[in-house]
């Protein structure tokens, strides 16, 4: 997993060390090409003048469509904040918002395959977990699972977790909390735990102030 | 012999440089953008819902989610932090302006010295990308002690990088020697040093770099081949160094079935060449003839068998093995005009992306499955090409910037429908409502109610309990007082007597009962008046409510409207720009694509005239030994 963040995060990885002075953009040691075959026509016509760390990485500019391509990201980034604002002020006001989140802490007890939420005895969240979001969940990842609107007053939830436990065993495991919703968001996170002492997972309900 | 064929150096120079090249990933592996510490306590959970999307890789709603949480302040407890992981993923895309605008604003308002490290490292990161590594070397000075193991050990392969950039090998091995060579970094860095020793002439020193990597355990296909990589460059070195019998040894350590064995077949058959021996250079020449054209390596070995037979004497086998490399190099040039054929006209992008199509902007990472294209063979030097990943990746994430402004059009309209049907609802439901409302009528309730506390007191007040007793209790008293009335009426007698007292008993029991119930009754009554007023100042609250959602509503309806009205045209500017921008980013791929297989065909051309050169040379060769022949004859 690590190395798949690297490949796909790092364009920054890529960047720095494709520009690494010893290669070429394309990754050949120009140089060493170039110190065994001083002519190799084939090769020669792609070996950069070294240091190619200086020249093979301009700044993105206006002029440029690496540059102008950069600019649009960033753009449709800024864009895209604003409008997820927009939304979430419109479908989910604070003053009715809840959400629900999941996290996992170690999880070696439990290995989970589904949640489902029931708020006020209405199923409003199945979810079905593929491996890269269990693993997300391991890293300290936290997962916003529903996102709903509420009136003020007490509610109540429910949280039924499925999975594999202890001994490759089948699991299913509860967990309920009523809670009152003022005007403020309410955000609830549904936590999964190990208890070392009894050798099994543990699932508890935290309400966020 | 024929040991003067021009084929002969410059075919070598051709294998040497194929030989050399590394894969574009050679690098990849060396540093990480963003990543949290690996020990992270969750202090606001909108974070961890940044960091859910982060590593499972889908930067853009890992950026645009934790914006979002920035807005509404619910990631304040993770500020700069935050901060740091918003700038890495923004570097990661490739904005560097915005990434090094982040960092310094951290670095100017005095972060903590954790947070500071991290900036300038990252700082020191794009300055690099950037190509000012004066800068960047000067931003790594300023980091301290603070940054967490894996960045650390990132910042200490940037200084080794820079070193190396400005000739400092001594340097770099210094700084290398600090970090673990088993990291993945580290193998890499040590690897670039070792070419870049040998580049720098200090051949021995290079090699003794790149001589560790190629006996090295390695644990994963990465690092084997890797591994494979340095035992190849070590080969061609040594090949360069006039050392053939070490140059062997180097290329015996690759496997038979890795990515570069067919450089190192061709490099083990030239060491065995350099060693006067061609018969024993026909070995790996011959079974890399027999592999797919499209290599390189395969390409050239065609044309290396011949040589062999040729400086063998086997010029029959020799003159067969040049016409069928000719033929075979007509066909394959056949074929890449038809592969560039193939890529101009889309048929490549539309393939890779059908391959590749990623939910998200980012890296792509299933570019080794070949598309299924006529001669896809051809690809593979185009796909392992830097700068055609970089722009493949450009062109796959401007079309997912085009369907994200799409769907955002379609929502807007959602939007701005539901808008119309609230405002609708507002206008026509909410006056019936208040109208229901104002029939209950509060001010009358609320006159019953201060009635009832009135009564209240004044039962207190009278202190009997009477005004508290049942209904029961009081029909009781009704027929006590009928019964007395009865009683007075009636003539004295014995009986009467008798009725009397018990009337008086019942009458007592009754008083009894209803004083004794006084008190619980008075506090029943206090606290059904208190659900009475709880209840009134509800429904005055929400008359209050609606009386202000009818004032106020229609004004945020207004506003949201307003809202939208500005973002459309921003859509509306945007998407034609995504799209103009894609048919030139199209453009862009193809045409490093077309220049690589071009390339590929000068070299065939190259390759042809060789071929067809000693062709001529072995025609001549037979005529002069014919005239010879028949010269000697006629003596």
Known sequence: ?209 | MSRSFSFTPLARRVAVAAAIVVGASLAIGGAAAAEPPASHEIKAPHYGDTLFHFFQDHHFTAITSLMVSQHFERVTEHGDEAEILRGGMLLSYGLHREAGAIFAQLIEKGASPKVRDRAWCYLAKIRYQRGVLAEAEEALAHVENNLPPGLEEERVLLRATLLMARADYAGAATSLAKVDAKTPGARYVRYNLGVALIRSGDVAGGTTVLDEIGKAGAENEEYRSLRDRANVALGFAALGSEQPEQARVYLERVRLKSMQASKALLGFGWAADAMKDPKLALVPWIELAQREISDSAALEAKIAVPYAYAELGAYGQSLDGYNEAIDAFERESKGLDESIAAVRSGQLVNALIERNPGDEMGWFQRLDDLPDLPHAGHLVPVLAQHEFQEAFKNYRDLLFLSRNLDEWRDKLGVFQDMLATRRKAYAERLPQVRARASEISLAAMRKRRDQVAADITAGEAQTDGVAFASAKQLELMALVRNAQAALDKAKPSAETDAARERLRLASGVLTWNVAHDYSDRVWEAKKDLTTIDATIAEAQQRDAALALAQRDEPARFERFGKRITALTPQLDVLSPKVASLTREQQAVVQEIAVAQLTQQKERLAIYATQARFAVAQLYDRANIKKDADHAAARQ
């Not at chain 1, 600019?71 to 009715?96: G, Y």
């Not at chain 1, 999941?102 to 209405?122: C, H, R, W, Y």
């Open chain 1, 1 to 209: 997993m690590i190395h798949a963040l690297r490949l796909t995060a790092a364009a920054l990885a890529l960047g720095a060390l494709a520009h690494f002075p010893a290669l070429a953009a394309d990754g050949k040691p120009a140089t060493l090409v170039a110190a065994t075959t001083p002519a190799a026509p084939a090769a020669a016509a792609k070996v950069p003048a070294a240091p190619a760390a200086a020249s093979a990485a301009p700044a993105p500019n206006a002029a440029t469509l690496d540059g102008r391509v950069q600019d649009i990201k960033s753009d449709v980034i800024k864009l895209n904040r604003d409008l997820l604002v927009l939304e979430e002020e419109l479908l989910f006001p604070a003053s009715t918002q809840v959400a629900l989140f999941v996290s996992m802490d170690v999880g070696k007890m439990f290995e989970l395959d589904s949640v489902q939420i029931k708020l006020d005895d209405k199923v409003v969240s199945s979810y079905l977990y593929t491996p890269l979001e269990v693993q997300a969940l391991h890293r300290g990842g936290v997962q916003r699972l529903y996102l709903g609107n509420l009136k003020t007053g007490e509610h109540e939830l429910v949280a039924y977790f499925t999975g594999k436990g202890p001994h490759d065993r089948d699991y299913k495991r509860g967990a309920t909390v009523k809670f009152d919703k003022g005007t403020e968001p309410k955000y609830i996170e549904l936590r999964i735990k190990d208890l070392q002492q009894k050798l099994q997972p543990e699932f508890d309900v935290k309400v966020w102030q």
